[in-house]
């Protein structure tokens, strides 16, 4: 009994002494790697600055920023069709395709992309970089905001650059001519050229699909001298006053405005009055006959009924291969001459009355 006592006892000292032990302060162990220096002590940037810029809600609206403008996008040009496709071109990646753009814009070397992704949100806007984000970006982090020098200078052996001054130059990278009207993309121009010597057109004559900018300028066309003076580049009133996102993007209403990039005739409205564009029209239609009736075009019925026309690959006369030029670039452009209406009617007019038959 005694020795059962005695071992109880035994046992409540040493749990005592574990009690002691477990609430004691520990016995300091070697020192730690220093961490790094905390900052000056100033606000760093509201985290929902940025962030709400696209995952906030618009006014009046349950959907984010983000949302709405994935559905505007999704009936866009940029959207629908299978132009992507051509991204598995290097020659064409750097606007048919996601990667290629990005390549483009980041200085890499430009390459074709088995499975291409479409022109999309991060194509455009370098999304969650967080160098931007820490610097509370306001322009939703596009890929591009600066003035663009042109690809057809280093053809012409002089910088064209153009600057909007504003994000409307992120379409610059891309809206813009990459060919001029010599097949070797060499000097001289057609202008320089006798105008009734022959001259051949090949498969890809013209400024290719990405005329906007220039007519937007007034640049590159084919001036043929004529009865109409052209006006001085730069200076259109849609040049000076208004811009791409402007037009392009503005109140969305049925399907227009916003990422579809589809106008918005209200927003036109606001400067002007609705006009019809017959000054473009009749013209345009005008000189598509004439070239047809001089072998320069070919009109053909598509799938859905609507006539098409394309280049023959023909010998003409250069002066024809200017306004054959002219014809193209006004037909990709798809403004109906609303890009710049008076260098429009300047090409047009001086263009139909030069290869009109007296």
Partial sequence: MKNLKLMGFLMLFASSLLFIQCTSDPIAGPQGIAGENGNDGSDGVDGNTACLQCHGQEAGSISSTIDLANAEYSVSGHATGVAYLRGTSA?????????????????????????????GCKTCHDIHDPEKIEQGSTDFNLRNVAGTTLKISGILGTDIT????????????????????????????????????????????????????????????????????????GQSPHRTTASCVGCHMGETDKGTGGHSWITNKKTCNTCHEDKATTFFDEPMAELTTLLVEQGVLTGELNDEGDMEYHLNEIEMTVLQARAAWNWEMLHVDGSHGVHNPAYTKALLGNTIDAITVQ
């Fill in 91 to 119: 020659g064409c990646a750097e606007c048919h395709s996601q990667e290629g753009y990005v390549q483009n814009i980041t200085g890499q070397t430009v390459t074709g992309t088995a499975f291409p992704q479409p022109i």
């Fill in 162 to 233: 153009i600057d909007y001054g504003n994000t409307s130059n992120a379409c610059i990278t891309c809206h813009q001519p990459r060919k001029i009207s010599n097949k070797d993309m060499t000097k001289p121009l057609l202008a320089d050229l006798d105008q009734d010597a022959p001259y051949t057109l090949w498969s890809h004559f013209g400024p290719h699909y990405g005329s906007q900018a220039t007519v937007f300028e007034g640049i590159q066309g084919e001036e043929i001298g004529g009865a109409i003076a052209y006006p001085t580049a």
